[in-house]
Nanobody
Framework: QVQLVESGGGLVQAGGSLRLSCAAS????????MAWFRQAPGKEREFVAA????????YYADSVKGRFTISRDNGKNTMYLQMNSLTPEDTAVYYC??????????????????WGQGTQVTVSS
């Protein structure tokens, strides 16, 4: 089992920045990929960014490309999401996700078997 805990959410003005963190614990040696998803009120949970746990390619939703950066610190078992140039449309609960198998795409919620509890990000206009 892997436990994920997000932090770093909050209220920020449009144009501002936030950095989210996701601390992983438990059987982290078996993790293959980690990702960020978000869910706005009344909407489905959507993919934001993903990365293999051991490095390599990163993947982003078109809506955040060039503004968000996913990164990780394997020594600290922590994944980050640096969010710049935030807009009110980025307001959502942000969830950290992980999986311990290699098959499948990076974009679907169904591909991840571990989830954090979420952290609220609110961007004011």
């Amino acid at each position: 089992q892997v436990q994920l805990v997000e932090s770093g959410g909050g209220l920020v003005q449009a144009g501002g920045s936030l950095r989210l963190s996701c601390a992983a614990s438990g059987r982290t040696f078996g993790m293959y990929a980690m990702a960020w998803f978000r869910q706005a009120p009344g909407k489905e949970r959507e993919f934001v960014a993903a990365s293999r746990w051991t490095g390599g390619s990163t993947y982003y939703a078109d809506s955040v490309k060039g503004r968000f950066t996913i990164s990780r610190d394997n020594g600290k078992n922590t994944m980050y999401l640096q969010m710049n140039s935030l807009t009110p449309e980025d307001t959502a609960v942000y969830y950290c996700a992980a999986r311990d198998y290699s098959s499948g795409d990076y974009y679907s919620t169904a591909r991840y078997n571990y989830w954090g509890q979420g952290t609220q990000v609110t961007v004011s206009s």
